[in-house]
Antibody, heavy 122, light 107 residues
Framework: QMQLQESGPGLVKPSGTLSLTCAVS?????????WSWVRQPPGKGLEWIGQ???????NLNPSLENRVTISVDKSKNQFSLKLNSVTAADTGVYYC???????????????WGQGTLVIVSS | DIQMTQSPSSLSASVGDRVTITCRSS??????LNWYQQKPGKAPKVLVK???SLQSGVPSRFSGSGSGTDFNLTISSLQHEDFATYYC?????????FGQGTKVEIK
């Protein structure tokens, strides 16, 4: 059973860089799936940040793409998120998830990591 | 971006009630609509894929319907463990976008 686990600092200073890693276990990151980041501000809804393929190719949300970098480390079976120039508006729970795809059914996120809370504050 | 609008934003219901949540997309998305359940402090969990395909392990009291721009998630007989927030998500075009959520509370 595949599991994902986020890790990284829970507190980031304004104007700094948020850095998170998602470790994948129970399966290889080098499959036909994409690997995504989704975030959720406190008490609010879900926002897709971006995704990466094991080749390193990425798709990013245009609303964040000038601040986001997503990378993959196949040797460690993990992928990472960097978000720079953070503000209080970037505070929230950050989830990693596998993006599954099937022909004629589209794509969805499953499984998800448990999420990690990142607070942007001085 | 494709905008996803859920209604209602919240609802109160009793155990045993039939509950329907609606999701509307700002443009046609065929059947590429997924539903998630999120409980407090937990990650979302996919319930329904491609508008009506129940994810393995999800109870049969959950069902999804719709195509084009209008979709429904129905819980045929609400159980205690179903009190949660539900989100729709379109998987038709990038960026993938979610509805704002529907919180199902105990009456």
């Amino acid at each position: 059973q595949m599991q994902l686990q986020e890790s990284g600092p829970g507190l980031v200073k304004p104007s700094g860089t948020l850095s998170l890693t998602c470790a994948v276990s129970g399966g290889s990151i080098s499959t036909s799936d994409w690997w995504s980041w989704v975030r959720q501000p406190p008490g609010k809804g879900l926002e897709w940040i971006g995704q990466i393929y094991h080749s390193g190719y990425t798709n990013l949300n245009p609303s964040l793409e000038n601040r986001v970098t997503i990378s993959v480390d196949k040797s460690k079976n993990q992928f990472s998120l960097k978000l720079n120039s953070v503000t209080a508006a970037d505070t929230g729970v950050y989830y990693c998830a596998r993006r599954e795809y099937q022909v004629h059914m589209g794509e969805w996120f499953d499984p998800w990591g448990q999420g990690t809370l990142v607070i942007v504050s001085s | 971006d494709i905008q996803m609008t859920q209604s209602p934003s919240s609802l109160s219901a009793s155990v045993g009630d039939r509950v329907t949540i609606t999701c509307r997309s700002s443009q046609t998305i065929s059947i590429y609509l997924n539903w998630y359940q999120q409980k407090p402090g937990k990650a979302p969990k996919v319930l329904v894929k491609a508008a009506s395909s129940l994810q393995s392990g999800v109870p049969s009291r959950f069902s999804g319907s719709g195509s084009g721009t209008d979709f429904n998630l129905t819980i045929s007989s609400l159980q205690h463990e179903d009190f949660a927030t539900y989100y729709c998500q379109q998987g038709y075009d990038m960026p993938q976008t979610f509805g704002q959520g529907t919180k199902v509370e105990i009456k």
